[in-house]
C-alpha cells in the first residue's frame, strides 16, 4: 500500500498502482551495509516474489560471517574482496546505502568512484539528507530517501520515501516496490521526513512504552506477567483492527466505549489529569526536531 502526497513529487507523477510490473525489468540491487533493516528488506522482497534472490546482493566493511549467514538464509550474492565488490556495486540498477550514519561519509565517498547515472541510491541512514548524499558522492545521482520503521522486519512497516528530481517513473515504481514488500509506504517531500519521523519512525516505542505500563499495572493488581502480557498486546491488536475494519476515527471509537460514569470514564479521567493528549503530542513533536537536529548535526559532520 503506498500512501502518496502530490506535492513535490516533479517526474514521479501519473505513477501506477501495479508495482510487480516495473520489477519484471529485473532490476539488480546491492545493499551496502547488511544489518537488521537491510536484511528485513531482503526478506520481504523474496518473499514477496518481488525480486528473485540471484537478482540481489550484499555487501559489508569486514564482516564475512555476516555475510555467509545471509547467503546460507536467503541465496543472495555476498562480496568479500573488493574486486567482487567494485563489480557488484558498478553493475546494480539499484545500490541501497544501508551503512550506520557514523560510517556514512566515508563509506559513501569510498564508493562514488563506482557509481554512475544510470543507477539509482536508496538511503536508508538516518538524518543524511538528499543534498548531503550528493555532495558526498560529488555527482546529482537520483537518490531515494527513505525512513522504514522496526516493523518492516515482520512484513508491517511503514516508510517515509522522498524522491530526488532525477528519480525517473520506472525507477520511481521499483522503489515503491521494494519498500512494499514490507509494509505500507507514505511518499512525501523530504521536509516532512521529520515529523514523519516523529509519527511512524519513533512510534512503535510509544506503545511498547504504553504497553509496558499496562502489563505492569495488570501484576500489580494480580495478574500473571504472562496473562498481562497477552491481554495488553491483544488489546492493542484489537484496537488497531477496528480501525482498519471499520474506518472510523479513534475518537469514535473512543467514544463508543466510553460510558458516562463508567469505568472507562474513570481512567480516561486520569490521563486527562495528566494531560495526555498535549503530552503525546508534544513528544511527536520533539522527536521531529531531534530528527531534524540530528540531521544538521551528520551534515555537519560530514560535509
Given at each position: 500500500m503506498t500512501i502518496r502526497d502530490n506535492e513535490n513529487l516533479g517526474n514521479q507523477k501519473n505513477v501506477g498502482n501495479n508495482v510487480n510490473v516495473a520489477m519484471n525489468t529485473s532490476p539488480t540491487i546491492c545493499f551496502y551495509g547488511a544489518g537488521s533493516m537491510a536484511e528485513a528488506i531482503v526478506r520481504g522482497l523474496i518473499h514477496n516474489q518481488v525480486v528473485d534472490a540471484g537478482q540481489i546482493s550484499m555487501l559489508n566493511r569486514s564482516n564475512e560471517t555476516r555475510l555467509n549467514e545471509l547467503q546460507q538464509k536467503?541465496?543472495?550474492?555476498?562480496?568479500?574482496?573488493?574486486?567482487?565488490?567494485?563489480?557488484?556495486l558498478k553493475e546494480a540498477n539499484i545500490v541501497v546505502l544501508a551503512m550506520k550514519p557514523k560510517d556514512a561519509g566515508n563509506a559513501i565517498k569510498a564508493v562514488a568512484p563506482l557509481l554512475h547515472a544510470g543507477q539509482t541510491i536508496v538511503s536508508l541512514i538516518a538524518g543524511l539528507s538528499i543534498a548531503t548524499i550528493q555532495a558526498l558522492l560529488g555527482q546529482s545521482l537520483p537518490i531515494a530517501r527513505t525512513m522504514p520503521n522496526t516493523?518492516?522486519?515482520?512484513?508491517?512497516?511503514?516508510?517515509?520515501l522522498s524522491f530526488s528530481d532525477e528519480v525517473n517513473e520506472q525507477a520511481t515504481e521499483q522503489i515503491l516496490a521494494i519498500f512494499e514488500a514490507v509494509?505500507?509506504?507514505?511518499?512525501?517531500?523530504?521536509?516532512?521526513?521529520d515529523i514523519l519521523t516523529g509519527i511512524s519512525g519513533s512510534g512503535p516505542?510509544?506503545?511498547?512504552?504504553?504497553?509496558?505500563?499496562?502489563?505492569?499495572?495488570?501484576?500489580?493488581?494480580?495478574?500473571?506477567?504472562?496473562?498481562?502480557?497477552?491481554?495488553?498486546?491483544?488489546t492493542v491488536k484489537g484496537a488497531a483492527e477496528m480501525m482498519l475494519h471499520?474506518?472510523?476515527?479513534?475518537?469514535?471509537?473512543?467514544?463508543?466505549?466510553?460510558?458516562p460514569n463508567g469505568s472507562t470514564?474513570?481512567?480516561?479521567?486520569?490521563l486527562d489529569q495528566g494531560d495526555f493528549t498535549n503530552t503525546v503530542k508534544a513528544a511527536v513533536h520533539r522527536c521531529a526536531a531531534r530528527s531534524h537536529e540530528m540531521g544538521?548535526?551528520?551534515?555537519?559532520?560530514?560535509?
Amino acid at each position: 500500500m503506498t500512501i502518496r502526497d502530490n506535492e513535490n513529487l516533479g517526474n514521479q507523477k501519473n505513477v501506477g498502482n501495479n508495482v510487480n510490473v516495473a520489477m519484471n525489468t529485473s532490476p539488480t540491487i546491492c545493499f551496502y551495509g547488511a544489518g537488521s533493516m537491510a536484511e528485513a528488506i531482503v526478506r520481504g522482497l523474496i518473499h514477496n516474489q518481488v525480486v528473485d534472490a540471484g537478482q540481489i546482493s550484499m555487501l559489508n566493511r569486514s564482516n564475512e560471517t555476516r555475510l555467509n549467514e545471509l547467503q546460507q538464509k536467503y541465496g543472495v550474492q555476498v562480496g568479500y574482496e573488493e574486486q567482487t565488490k567494485h563489480k557488484l556495486l558498478k553493475e546494480a540498477n539499484i545500490v541501497v546505502l544501508a551503512m550506520k550514519p557514523k560510517d556514512a561519509g566515508n563509506a559513501i565517498k569510498a564508493v562514488a568512484p563506482l557509481l554512475h547515472a544510470g543507477q539509482t541510491i536508496v538511503s536508508l541512514i538516518a538524518g543524511l539528507s538528499i543534498a548531503t548524499i550528493q555532495a558526498l558522492l560529488g555527482q546529482s545521482l537520483p537518490i531515494a530517501r527513505t525512513m522504514p520503521n522496526t516493523s518492516s522486519s515482520i512484513g508491517l512497516g511503514v516508510t517515509g520515501l522522498s524522491f530526488s528530481d532525477e528519480v525517473n517513473e520506472q525507477a520511481t515504481e521499483q522503489i515503491l516496490a521494494i519498500f512494499e514488500a514490507v509494509g505500507m509506504v507514505a511518499v512525501i517531500p523530504e521536509e516532512k521526513l521529520d515529523i514523519l519521523t516523529g509519527i511512524s519512525g519513533s512510534g512503535p516505542a510509544y506503545i511498547y512504552y504504553m504497553m509496558e505500563a499496562m502489563i505492569a499495572a495488570g501484576v500489580e493488581g494480580g495478574l500473571s506477567p504472562d496473562q498481562a502480557r497477552q491481554l495488553t498486546v491483544q488489546t492493542v491488536k484489537g484496537a488497531a483492527e477496528m480501525m482498519l475494519h471499520t474506518g472510523e476515527e479513534p475518537a469514535k471509537l473512543r467514544k463508543d466505549i466510553t460510558s458516562p460514569n463508567g469505568s472507562t470514564q474513570a481512567a480516561l479521567a486520569v490521563l486527562d489529569q495528566g494531560d495526555f493528549t498535549n503530552t503525546v503530542k508534544a513528544a511527536v513533536h520533539r522527536c521531529a526536531a531531534r530528527s531534524h537536529e540530528m540531521g544538521e548535526a551528520v551534515k555537519t559532520s560530514l560535509l
